[in-house]
């Protein structure tokens, strides 16, 4: 079967790049029986990748959602359609796979909550390479940033995005459409000007009902964005943004004194900070907290919610996660991903 993996733990990761390129980013790892060990996807690939794995073994679902193939035909749709899922592997009692059942984009159930990326940014602190594409654009392997961002959330059941778009926003338009080949509703926000991270906000024309996320369109993440969500409405937050533990080493010793005696030495020391990651989950209410037709930052708006002792919390994300806005750290991602064939 197209779909079908059988499983060897010494295959290179870039022989299973390939494999899932050919099966269109999902494969059914089976034993020498036909029973089914476990599933591995794209975004699988691309996690385990960024987190340091380096087999199959290693990036393997092995827990994954399956359907019994003793139901019926109406009960196995209506079960696949609840997964969110494009495939899903229908194996017998004692695990044996039967066959990929295939669920189009059309009829998967999505999630309601809307997505909006900032990808308006001039990125000019990559210099030559934002020339002729705007910065969400840049290529990391076979996609654009901002695809392998959309896919993310895709895999998640979230599929409403809006692009907030200014720099060479028609090479965005272009690349994109409206979304529905990748199984997306891709709306577009045009800045006249730039607005800031959270002026353009105010320009979406739409009234949301559900809380919504907030992502630059520079980062690379292997969030669980439901996970996310959930977060945030367990605290029953206004606004939730997440953080990234980043660790600094002074390339100098630190002399500690007390009116000229030396209390102590500490050499070259770390410091550890966490950082704003740039990844945001906000309630409808937070857009009418700001101005309109005026440049307004995330980070206003947040001081603005904590003075008045709204409800704002920090999700700390573990996953991995860069700002490619330098230079130095977009190649570095890019390498990884050629390197893999992702």
């Known amino acids: 079967m197209k779909h079908t993996l059988l499983y060897h733990s010494q295959m290179p990761i870039g022989e299973l790049a390939r494999r899932l390129e050919e099966s269109d980013g999902f494969l059914a790892v089976v034993n020498e029986d036909g029973r089914l060990l476990g ?38 749709e209506r079960r696949a ?3 969110r899922q494009r495939y899903v592997p229908i ?15 059309r009829d998967r159930m999505t999630q309601p909550n809307p997505v909006v990326i900032m990808a308006g940014g001039l990125g000019r602190r990559l210099g030559e390479l934002t020339r002729e594409v705007p910065k969400p654009m ?20 979230f599929s409403e995005f809006y692009f907030c778009v200014n720099y060479k ?19 577009y926000i045009e800045e006249k000007h730039p607005m800031g991270t959270a002026g353009p906000l105010t320009l979406i024309g739409k009234r949301f009902e559900h809380p919504f996320f907030v992502m630059y369109g520079d980062l690379v993440t292997t969030l669980n964005f439901e996970h996310l969500l959930h977060f945030h409405q367990e605290r029953e937050a206004l606004a939730t943004l ?12 630190i002399v500690n004194t007390r009116n000229s005696r030396v209390l102590s030495l500490e050499e070259k020391p770390y410091f550890n900070y966490f950082v ?19 440049h307004y930052d995330m980070t206003t708006l947040f001081d603005s919610l904590i003075e008045k002792d709204d409800p704002v919390h920090a999700y700390i994300i573990n996953d991995f996660w860069v700002d490619i806005g330098q230079v130095r750290d977009y190649e570095t991602t890019r390498r990884v991903f050629t390197e893999y064939g992702i």
């Open 39 to 76: 599933v591995a996807s794209d975004g699988d690939l691309r996690r385990g990748i960024l987190n340091g794995l380096s087999s199959l073994g290693e990036i393997l679902n092995t827990r994954p959602a399956v359907i019994q193939s003793h139901t019926d035909l109406r009960q196995r």
């Open 169 to 187: 926003s028609e090479v965005i338009r272009e690349y994109f459409g409206d979304g529905s080949a990748l199984g997306a509703h891709i709306h």
């Open 138 to 157: 840049l290529p990391l392997g076979h996609k654009p940033i901002l695809q392998i961002i959309v896919e993310s959330f895709l895999e998640y059941g």
């Open 276 to 294: 704003n990651a740039g990844i945001y989950v906000l309630d409808p209410a937070v857009i009418d907290m700001i101005p309109r037709n005026t």
């Open 242 to 253: 997440c953080t990234h533990e980043f660790s600094h080493q002074l390339p100098y010793g």
């Open 81 to 83: 359609l609840g997964l």
């Open 91 to 105: 194996v017998t009692h004692d695990m044996r796979l039967v066959e990929v059942m295939e669920v189009s984009p």
